[in-house]
C-alpha cells in the first residue's frame, strides 16, 4: 500500500463541480502547493468548505480570484476583497457560518452524528430555516453535518502510513477535515517513515487518509 | 484626548477586570490592547480562536514563525504552559464556558444586552468568525468601544444591524465611563471626570439609570 503520490496524481482527482474541503485558517495549515495544482489545472464550480477565503495571493484565495469557487462556505471573508465582491455580483454563492459551528458541522460529518446543537446564533439571522429545540430550558440550533468529496489538508510531520503530527497552530480544521470526505489528500511539509512519529505524538490517525504528498519545506 | 488616547485609556480600563488565571480571548482592534496592560502579578491565559490558549507577545522582526500566528493571522507566540489544539476543541472551549471573559468591539449595542458587530448589509459583509460562539459561550462579554462614532450615538435602545447575539453583553466600558447591562437596563458604574453624566447621557441613545453608588472611572 503506497499512499505517497505526486502532486499532479492527487488533483486529477479533483473534477469540475465538486465539493472539497481545505484546511488551514488565514492560510497557516493551508496546503498550498495543492491549491497551487488547482489553479493550474483549472478546475471549476468547486463548492469550497473552509474556515476563511484567505488573501487574494495566499491560501484558497488564490482559488476565488481564478473563479474556480461556485459556493463557499466559510466563517470569515473579511481578508480578501474578491470574494466580496464575488459575493455583491452574485457571481459566487457564499454561505456565511459561525466559526465554532463550523467546526462541530465538519467533526458531525467525519464521526457518523445526524448533527449537533448549539446555542450560538439564536436571536440573529443563523437561526432562519432551522429547527429550534429546547433542552432544560435553553434554546438550540439543529445544525447538520458536512462532508465533502475531496479534503485537502496540511500536516507538518507525516509519515508513509498517513498519521500525522503537527506544530503550532497548523492545526485548526485539518484533523476534523481528515475524517469527514470520502477521499482525504495531505500535504506533508515533511514525509517520513512508518515508526519514525510517536504514537503518542499522533493527532490526526493515519486511517482517514488516502494519499500523501510532498509539500517540501515551508 | 486624541483617538490613541482614548483607545489607551480603554484598554486600561477593560484590563483593570482580569484577575489571576482568568482564560481570556480579545477580539481584533481596540481589544488587542488589553493584553499590553495587564496587571502586574496577574496571570492570565489570552486564547486564540484558531487553536491555542497562552498567547504571548507580538515576535520580534525576524523571529516570527509562519506556523504560530493570532487569530487575525499575524504572526504570534505562545508562552510556557501554553498549548495547542484544533478548532472544535478550541470552540468547545468558546462555547463551554471555559473562557472567563471576552472583549469585543462593537458597530452598536443596546439596552437589552444585544450586540451587532459583524455586518452592514449592503456595506461590510466580513463574516462573523467566532464572535458568535464568543458572545454566546464566554462566561462574561465586555464590549469595549468609543462611546459613539462620528457623532452618532452605538449605544442604542435597539439595535437595527444583524446580531451576532441576543442579550449577551454584560459590560460596555468607553472613554465616557462603565456601563452595566441589567434586567432593568444599562447603568451607569462609573464616570470619567472629564465627562457629566448630562455629557453621557446625550451620546447614549438607550436610557441609562445612573448607580446610586456611582464612582469616578479610573485607570
Same mark, same amino acid.
Given at each position: 500500500?503506497?499512499?505517497?503520490?505526486?502532486i499532479?496524481e492527487?488533483v486529477?482527482h479533483?473534477?469540475?463541480?465538486?465539493t472539497?474541503?481545505v484546511?488551514?485558517?488565514?492560510?497557516?495549515?493551508t496546503?498550498?502547493?495543492?491549491?497551487?495544482?488547482?489553479?493550474?489545472?483549472?478546475?471549476k464550480?468547486?463548492t469550497?468548505i473552509c474556515n476563511?477565503?484567505?488573501?487574494?495571493e495566499?491560501g484558497?484565495?488564490?482559488?476565488v480570484?481564478?473563479?474556480?469557487?461556485k459556493?463557499l462556505i466559510?466563517?470569515?471573508v473579511?481578508?480578501n476583497p474578491?470574494t466580496?465582491?464575488?459575493?455583491?455580483?452574485?457571481e459566487?454563492e457564499?454561505?456565511?457560518v459561525?466559526?465554532?459551528?463550523?467546526?462541530e458541522r465538519?467533526?458531525?460529518?467525519?464521526s457518523?452524528?445526524?448533527g449537533?446543537?448549539?446555542?450560538?446564533?439564536?436571536?440573529t439571522?443563523i437561526e432562519?430555516g432551522?429547527?429550534k429545540i429546547?433542552i432544560?430550558?435553553k434554546?438550540?440550533?439543529?445544525?447538520?453535518?458536512?462532508?465533502?468529496?475531496?479534503a485537502l489538508?496540511f500536516g507538518?510531520t507525516?509519515d508513509?502510513?498517513g498519521?500525522?503530527?503537527y506544530?503550532?497552530?497548523?492545526?485548526?480544521?485539518n484533523?476534523?477535515?481528515a475524517a469527514a470526505a470520502?477521499?482525504?489528500i495531505?500535504?506533508?511539509?515533511?514525509?517520513?517513515?512508518v515508526g519514525?512519529i510517536?504514537?503518542n505524538?499522533?493527532?490526526?490517525?493515519g486511517?482517514?487518509v488516502?494519499y500523501?504528498?510532498d509539500?517540501g519545506d515551508? | 484626548m486624541d483617538k490613541?488616547q482614548?483607545k489607551?485609556f480603554? !484598554?486600561k480600563?477593560?484590563a483593570?477586570e482580569?484577575k489571576d488565571g482568568?482564560v481570556?480571548n480579545?477580539?481584533i482592534?481596540?481589544p488587542?490592547?488589553?493584553?499590553?496592560?495587564?496587571p502586574? %502579578?496577574?496571570n492570565?491565559?489570552f486564547q486564540?480562536e484558531?487553536?491555542?490558549?497562552g498567547l504571548g507577545? !507580538?515576535?520580534?522582526?525576524?523571529?516570527?514563525?509562519?506556523?504560530i500566528?493570532?487569530? %487575525?493571522?499575524?504572526p504570534a507566540s505562545?508562552?510556557?504552559?501554553?498549548?495547542?489544539f484544533?478548532s472544535?476543541?478550541?470552540?468547545?472551549?468558546?462555547? %463551554?464556558?471555559?473562557?472567563?471573559?471576552?472583549?469585543?468591539? !462593537?458597530l452598536?449595542?443596546?439596552g437589552e444586552g444585544?450586540?451587532?458587530?459583524?455586518?452592514i448589509?449592503?456595506?461590510m459583509?466580513?463574516g462573523?468568525?467566532g464572535?458568535m460562539?464568543?458572545?454566546v459561550g464566554?462566561k462574561?462579554?465586555?464590549?469595549?468601544?468609543?462611546h459613539?462614532v462620528k457623532?452618532?450615538?452605538?449605544?442604542?435602545?435597539?439595535?437595527n444591524?444583524p446580531l451576532t447575539?441576543a442579550?449577551e453583553?454584560?459590560?460596555?466600558?468607553t472613554?465616557m465611563g462603565v456601563i452595566?447591562v441589567?434586567d432593568?437596563g444599562?447603568v451607569l458604574?462609573?464616570i470619567?471626570?472629564?465627562?457629566?453624566?448630562?455629557?453621557?447621557?446625550?451620546?447614549t441613545?438607550?436610557?441609562?439609570?445612573?448607580a446610586?453608588d456611582?464612582?469616578?472611572m479610573e485607570i
Open positions: 500500500m503506497n499512499k505517497v503520490i505526486t499532479e492527487a486529477s479533483i473534477k469540475d463541480g465538486m472539497i474541503m484546511g488551514g485558517f488565514l492560510a497557516c495549515g496546503p498550498h502547493k495543492l491549491i497551487d495544482a488547482l489553479v493550474e489545472k483549472g478546475v464550480d468547486l469550497l476563511d477565503s484567505g488573501f487574494p495566499l484558497v484565495g488564490k482559488l480570484v481564478n473563479k474556480q469557487i459556493k466559510a466563517s470569515h473579511g481578508t474578491e466580496g465582491r464575488q459575493m455583491n455580483t452574485g459566487m457564499v454561505d456565511l459561525p466559526q465554532g459551528t463550523l467546526a465538519v467533526r458531525a460529518g467525519g457518523g452524528l445526524g449537533i446543537l448549539t446555542p450560538t446564533g439564536v436571536g439571522v432562519e432551522k429547527q429546547e432544560d430550558g434554546t438550540y440550533l439543529l445544525e447538520l453535518p458536512i462532508r465533502a468529496d475531496v489538508i507538518n507525516v508513509k502510513y498519521n500525522i503530527s506544530y503550532g497552530s497548523t492545526r485548526n480544521f484533523p476534523l477535515m470520502d477521499l482525504v495531505v500535504e506533508a511539509d515533511k514525509i517520513v517513515e519514525e510517536d504514537q505524538h499522533v493527532v490526526t490517525p486511517l482517514f488516502n500523501i504528498v509539500g515551508k | 490613541n482614548i489607551e480603554i !484598554a480600563r477593560v483593570k482580569l482568568d481570556v480579545l477580539g482592534g481596540l488587542t490592547l488589553v493584553a499590553n496592560y495587564v502586574e %502579578g496577574t492570565v491565559f486564540s484558531n487553536g491555542f490558549v507577545p !507580538a515576535p520580534k522582526e525576524g523571529q516570527e514563525d509562519p506556523y500566528v493570532n487569530a %487575525g493571522g499575524q505562545i508562552i510556557p504552559g501554553g498549548m495547542f484544533d472544535a476543541t478550541s470552540f468547545g472551549i468558546i462555547r %463551554g464556558g471555559h473562557v472567563d471573559f471576552t472583549v469585543l468591539g !462593537a452598536q449595542v443596546d444585544n450586540l451587532a458587530n459583524w455586518m448589509p449592503g456595506k459583509v466580513p462573523m468568525g464572535a460562539d464568543l458572545v464566554a462574561k462579554v465586555i464590549v469595549a468601544m468609543e459613539t457623532g452618532n450615538h452605538k449605544i442604542l435602545k435597539k439595535c444591524l447575539a442579550g453583553v454584560d459590560m460596555i466600558i472613554e452595566e441589567t432593568k444599562l458604574k462609573e470619567n471626570p472629564e465627562f457629566t453624566i448630562e455629557d453621557v447621557k446625550n451620546a441613545e438607550a436610557e441609562l439609570i445612573i446610586e456611582l464612582v469616578k
